[in-house]
């Protein structure tokens, strides 16, 4: 895998902190509360405007959102353990559809793999 550029990780982190938010269809403040962030923070770190975040801002994201740092670290890099290139992407567009059309989706997946199973 070919290693990010700086500006490149940076920015990911940020789609990657965005799509935590969309994930959990929140709104930033309800996001930043969360995380005790202040909403203004999130804002900031959404739109690029504060392009460096910082090790405590993502410690309390990973925590407010219950999962380990290098999660968050690993996410922005592409890098997902056990999960091919492919699976990763499909993963990072699903977290962009609405809670309803991610359960839709989650019931076709689970049919199909029930039906592969069974063969």
């Not at 982190?13 to 799509?19: A, G, H, K, T």
């Not at 269809?25 to 770190?45: D, G, K, P, V, W």
């Not at 997902?80 to 492919?86: L, M, P, Q, V």
Request: aromatic fraction near 6%; proline fraction near 3%.
């Amino acid at each position: 895998m070919a290693q990010l550029k700086c500006e490149d990780f940076l920015a990911a982190l940020q789609r990657e902190i965005y799509e935590l938010r969309i994930e959990k269809n929140e709104t930033q403040a309800t996001f930043s509360q969360r995380c005790h962030l202040h909403q203004s923070a999130i804002a900031r770190i959404e739109s690029g405007v504060s392009p460096n975040v910082g090790i405590k801002t993502l410690y309390e994201i990973a925590l407010g959102n219950s999962i380990p740092l290098y999660e968050i670290m690993c996410r922005a890099e592409g890098m997902t353990e056990g999960i091919d290139d492919s699976l990763a992407k499909l993963e990072s567009k699903t977290r962009l559809l609405s809670p309803k059309k991610r359960k839709w989706l989650s019931k076709i997946l689970e049919a199909a793999l029930q039906d592969i199973d069974s063969r």
